[in-house]
C-alpha cells in the first residue's frame, strides 16, 4: 500500500514549492553578506534587494502552506475513512485510525523539514567549496561521518518502532481484558519502548552536534584571516552553520521515517482483500 493514491501528484507538486522556496533561501547569508560590504562602503542599494528577496519568500513559503495544508488533509481523510469501514477487528482499526495520523503528519511536516535540510546541507556545502575548498572539504568529510552513524541508528529506529507499534494494537485488547497486571505490564512495556526511542535520538544527536562542533571551530580558524573583508567572513560562517544545522533534523526524520515505513506496512495488511492470496 501508498499512502498516496488521488493526492500523489499534488503532494510531489507542494514538494517541488518547497525545493524551489528553500533554493532561494540559499542566496540570503551571501547577499546579505554583499549587503554589508555595500554599507560599509557607503552604499544602501542592497537593503533593498534583501529586504524584497525575503518578503518574497515569506509570501511564497506562506501561500505553500496553505495548499499543502489541504492536500494532507484529504489524504488523511481518505485513509482514515478506508481504514474506519474496513473489515479488521475493532482494536486494529482504532490503533490504525491513531497511526494514520502520525503517517500524515510525517509527510506533512517531516518529510518537507528533511528536504529544507537536505537543500539547505547540500546547497551550503557546495556554496562553501566555492568560497575555500578546504572548508567544503571538513564539511564533507563530517557529513559522510554522520550518515553512516545514521544507518545504525536507523536500524535501532525501525526496531524500536515496530515493537511500539505491536504496543498499540493490543491496547484495546488489553483494556477489554480487564485484568489490572495485565495492563500495568502493557504500560510498562510501552514506557520502556518510547524511553529507549528517546534516549537513542539523544544520544546521536549529542554525537552529531560534538562532531559539527569542532568542525565550527576549525573552519572559523581557517577563515578568520587578517585578508578577509567582514562581508566575506559573515556569508561564509553563515553557510558553515546553515549546514551544520541541517544535521540537527536528521536524527528526528530517521525515526519519523521508520515510524512510517511499519505503519505503511500494517496499513497494507489491514486494507488488504481478505481473499486475496
Same mark, same amino acid.
Given at each position: 500500500?501508498k499512502?498516496?493514491?488521488?493526492?500523489r501528484?499534488?503532494?510531489?507538486?507542494?514538494?517541488a514549492?518547497?525545493?524551489?522556496?528553500?533554493?532561494?533561501?540559499?542566496?540570503?547569508?551571501?547577499?546579505?553578506?554583499?549587503?554589508?560590504?555595500?554599507?560599509?562602503?557607503?552604499?544602501?542599494?542592497?537593503?533593498v534587494? /534583501?529586504?524584497?528577496?525575503?518578503i $518574497?519568500?515569506?509570501?511564497?513559503?506562506?501561500?505553500?502552506?496553505?495548499?499543502?495544508?489541504?492536500?494532507?488533509? =484529504? $489524504?488523511?481523510?481518505?485513509?482514515?475513512?478506508?481504514i474506519?469501514?474496513?473489515?479488521?477487528?475493532?482494536?486494529?482499526?482504532?490503533a490504525?485510525? &491513531?497511526?494514520v495520523?502520525?503517517l500524515?503528519q510525517t509527510?506533512?511536516?517531516?518529510v518537507?523539514?528533511?528536504?529544507?535540510?537536505?537543500v539547505?546541507? $547540500?546547497?551550503? /556545502?557546495?556554496?562553501?567549496?566555492?568560497?575555500?575548498?578546504?572548508?567544503?572539504?571538513?564539511a564533507?568529510?563530517?557529513?559522510?561521518?554522520?550518515?553512516?552513524m545514521?544507518?545504525?541508528?536507523?536500524?535501532?529506529m +525501525?526496531?524500536? +518502532?515496530?515493537?511500539? +507499534?505491536?504496543?498499540?494494537d493490543q491496547?484495546?485488547?488489553?483494556?477489554r481484558?480487564?485484568? $489490572?497486571?495485565?495492563? &500495568?505490564?502493557h504500560?510498562? =512495556?510501552?514506557? &520502556?519502548? &518510547?524511553?529507549?526511542?528517546s534516549?537513542s535520538?539523544?544520544?546521536?544527536?549529542?554525537?552529531?552536534?560534538?562532531?559539527?562542533?569542532?568542525m565550527i571551530?576549525g573552519?572559523?580558524?581557517?577563515?578568520?584571516?587578517?585578508?578577509?573583508?567582514?562581508?566575506?567572513?559573515?556569508?561564509?560562517?553563515s553557510?558553515? /552553520?546553515?549546514?551544520?544545522?541541517?544535521?540537527?533534523r536528521?536524527?528526528?526524520?530517521?525515526?519519523?521515517?521508520a515510524?512510517?515505513?511499519?505503519?505503511?506496512?500494517?496499513?497494507?495488511?489491514?486494507?488488504?482483500?481478505?481473499?486475496d492470496?
Open positions: 500500500m499512502p498516496f493514491g488521488p493526492e501528484g499534488r503532494v510531489l507538486f507542494a514538494y514549492l518547497l525545493i524551489v522556496e528553500e533554493v532561494a533561501l540559499l542566496f540570503i547569508p551571501a547577499l546579505m553578506g554583499l549587503t554589508v560590504d555595500r554599507l560599509l562602503a557607503g552604499d544602501r542599494s542592497g537593503l534587494f /534583501l529586504a524584497g528577496g525575503v $518574497a519568500i515569506l509570501t511564497s513559503g506562506a501561500l505553500r502552506r496553505l495548499y499543502d495544508t489541504r492536500v494532507f488533509a =484529504a $489524504a488523511e481523510r481518505r485513509l482514515a475513512e478506508e474506519a469501514l474496513g473489515l479488521s477487528p475493532a482494536g486494529i482499526r482504532v490504525r485510525l &491513531r497511526q495520523h502520525e500524515i509527510y506533512e511536516r517531516s518537507p523539514e528533511a528536504l529544507s535540510a537536505l539547505a546541507g $547540500a546547497g551550503s /556545502l557546495a556554496i562553501s567549496v566555492w568560497y575555500d575548498w578546504r572548508v567544503g572539504a571538513a564533507l568529510a563530517v557529513a559522510l561521518i554522520l550518515l553512516g545514521d544507518r545504525i541508528y536507523a536500524r535501532r +525501525n526496531r524500536l +518502532n515496530r515493537a511500539l +507499534n505491536d504496543r498499540t491496547d484495546l485488547d488489553v483494556l481484558s480487564e485484568d $489490572a497486571e495485565r495492563v &500495568r505490564s504500560l510498562e =512495556a510501552w514506557r &520502556r519502548l &518510547r524511553v529507549a526511542r534516549d535520538e539523544i544520544g546521536v544527536y549529542a554525537v552529531n552536534w560534538l562532531f559539527l562542533l569542532f571551530l573552519v572559523l580558524v581557517l577563515i578568520a584571516q587578517p585578508d578577509a573583508t567582514p562581508g566575506t567572513v559573515f556569508a561564509q560562517m553557510y558553515v /552553520l546553515a549546514f551544520a544545522a541541517s544535521w540537527e536528521l536524527p528526528v526524520f530517521t525515526e519519523r521515517l515510524q512510517a515505513r511499519d505503519v505503511t506496512r500494517r496499513l497494507a495488511s489491514t486494507t488488504s482483500d481478505p481473499s492470496p
